[in-house]
């Protein structure tokens, strides 16, 4: 016997699970029309009237007020895509949803949930052993290919449009910073990989710099611009006066004493100043303020300096010029600081800071018309940076426009003849679900989705691996030839994430709550939890219009 609250509820067995794979399939649901070059946006305004234009599978989650435990497994699915892949988010939270729509018609043939879970744990294993076998090996000097890598990844998003200028910087900066083992692998350290955004201008005059940029303005007029040979002092320790570290009161009975008071405070400044200038600086970079009278101070001594510096830009400095960060000014000394070279280019109000012969850092400053515009840039940037990366590193390329999903289908059909007992309908409700990713691509580009998966499950019966859809001409066509080329790791750790999701959600038959799962009455809209939807997902309900 189990003794609840009056405020508890339990919902068991096949409510238990109509519930989460409900709940599971909203998620998906919310961002599969996003999937693909034709999807479509979303736009994400938060508790604080804050808008996000985007089609980013794990921004749009991550942005919308998600309070529903089930759901929130099925965001992590984005967000562990996202972490080790780079892209593919929509894709795999897409799978994991409809693998529990598939689900869900196998028990209601009285499949018990166990043999369900079998059978897609062994498709999924399958699944990804096919992808190693139909995946290209790609070199890390094979330009035209990976450019084509990073295209892709942009295709569809606010990226599209100068897509071969930002996919050659993308390139570029990936090719600076990456490394060969001696075992002969790659490792590409995006850590040296820094991103600028500056709006006014087109996205097709980005930029790839050697070094950093710094947003920042030299604190006095009479500072310096240029500094060839800059001795650069990281600084996350402030330049102001003092404060006592208790409430203080000053009792001052003349003018002299207040003029005292400021001496001593104009002297402690003088001091800060002139303990930078012993070090050997003549460049400052500090994450904190500095007082107004100290930047008077280091003008006079022709340092040039930049107040409130971001501590991720502080960081990326030290990877530039070498040095360390000092938290303490009385302890700098010459040995902490960086040497390189630092410029202000008045025209774009930036400093750029250039390291020495060994420095591999590289800095793409990207430019859009608004803030909203090199956001969404930033976003699809980083996506086809992360993607360039593992291309580099993982050496392996599939085809996409859903080519590799309907493969994988059609060799998960051949293995499930091999698979014994009630596993096998799992087995081939895997293959089904894969099969989601053409038909979802057709559908946002206003095609019918069901002549496009039949024409493509002809052109790969007949032996051809790589047909998948261009939605651009509308025609089945060899899409590795084409240049629509993804990385084998994200179609491997999609099908990873999406399987163990589906597992865990449907391992659940009974769901114990401390307060209100708002489970009465019945949805029957597609999507649709008991209780109205999402149950608990409140915060869905007030992205709806934005859905």
Sequence with gaps: MIIMGEDSQRVKDKDAQEYNISAARAVAEAVRSTLGPKGMDKMLVDSMGDVTITNDGVTILQTMDIDNPTAEMIVEVAETQEDEAGDGTTTAVAIAGELLKNAEDLLEQEIHPTAIIKGFHLASEQARA???????????????????????????????????????????????????????????????????TQTGRSAGESELLQGAVVDK???????????????????????????????????????????????????????????????????????????????????KEGILAARRVKKSDLGFLKNILGGNIVSDLDSATADDLGRGSVSRDDADELFYVEGGADAHGVTLLLRGSTDHVVDELERGVQDALDVVSTAVSDGRIVAGGGAIEVELASRLRDFADSVEGREQLAVEAFADALELVPRVLAENAGLDSIDTLVDLRAAHEAGDETAGLNVFSSEIEDTFESGVVETAHAKEQALSSATEAANLVLKIDDIIAAGDLSTGGNDDEEGGAPGGGMGGMGGMGGMGGAM
């Design 130 to 196: 096919e992808v190693d076998e139909v995946a290209t090996a790609v070199d890390p000097d094979d330009e035209e290919l990976i450019t084509k890598v990073a295209e892709t990844s942009m295709t569809g998003k606010g990226a599209e449009l100068e897509k071969e200028v930002l996919a050659d910087l993308i390139y570029r900066a990936v090719k600076q910073v990456t490394v060969e083992a001696d075992d002969g692998s790659h490792v590409v350290d995006l850590e040296n990989v820094a991103m600028e």
């Design 217 to 299: 303005d030299p604190l006095h007029d009479d500072m310096p611009s240029e500094v060839e040979d800059a001795n650069v002092l990281l600084l996350n320790d402030p330049i102001e006066v003092e404060e006592a570290d208790v409430d203080t009161q000053v009792s001052i009975d003349s003018p002299d004493q207040l003029q005292q008071f400021l001496d001593q405070e104009e002297d402690q400044l003088k001091q800060k100043v002139q303990q930078i200038k012993e070090t050997g600086a003549n460049v400052v970079f500090c994450q904190k303020g500095v007082d107004d009278l100290a930047q008077h101070y280091l003008a």
